[in-house]
């Protein structure tokens, strides 16, 4: 079995659907970082963090900078994800996001997340999520 998330992170509740097969995923207290472990179901034919699933776990980063939006919407969905990757994120690493919200406006949250492996950069996002009216 693999070990705890480091301190300071707590377990994302998830509400089915695919983040629920992705396994879990985990919200730092203090907001601005998420993580997961690279498990079995996460690996590619090389045996690493397969690339799919290190963009799905950048698409997550709005999750690690809601509180900063204020009230809280339900879904914002994503209008734009890019990944950069950089290196690969063995089995059993500790994959983190540090995100950045760039800026916010009433229609488009504009976020940047740093991702890590082990504390090696892995990967970097960019992304942009529509926040719709209410």
């Known amino acids: 079995m693999f070990p ?13 659907g695919f ?6 995923i985990y919200l730092h207290a203090e907001g601005g ?5 690279v498990t079995q179901g996460h690996l590619n034919v090389a045996g690493v963090c397969h690339g799919g699933a290190l963009a799905s776990f950048a698409d997550l980063q709005m999750i690690a900078i809601r509180t900063a939006l204020g009230p809280v919407v339900k879904h914002r969905p994503t209008v734009n994800l890019s990944v950069d ?5 063995p089995l059993g690493a500790w994959v983190e996001a540090a995100v950045t919200l760039v ?9 940047h997340a740093l991702i ?17 009216r209410a």
């Open 116 to 132: 890590t492996a082990d504390g090696a950069v892995v990967a970097q996002s960019r992304a942009i999520y529509h926040t719709p």
């Open 103 to 111: 800026k916010a406006t009433r229609s488009m949250v504009f976020t």
């Open 19 to 24: 983040a629920q097969s992705f396994g879990p």
């Open 85 to 89: 990757y950089v290196a690969p994120a």
């Open 4 to 16: 705890e998330p480091p301190p300071g992170f707590q377990l994302y509740p998830q509400h089915g």
């Open 33 to 37: 970082r998420l993580g997961f472990r």
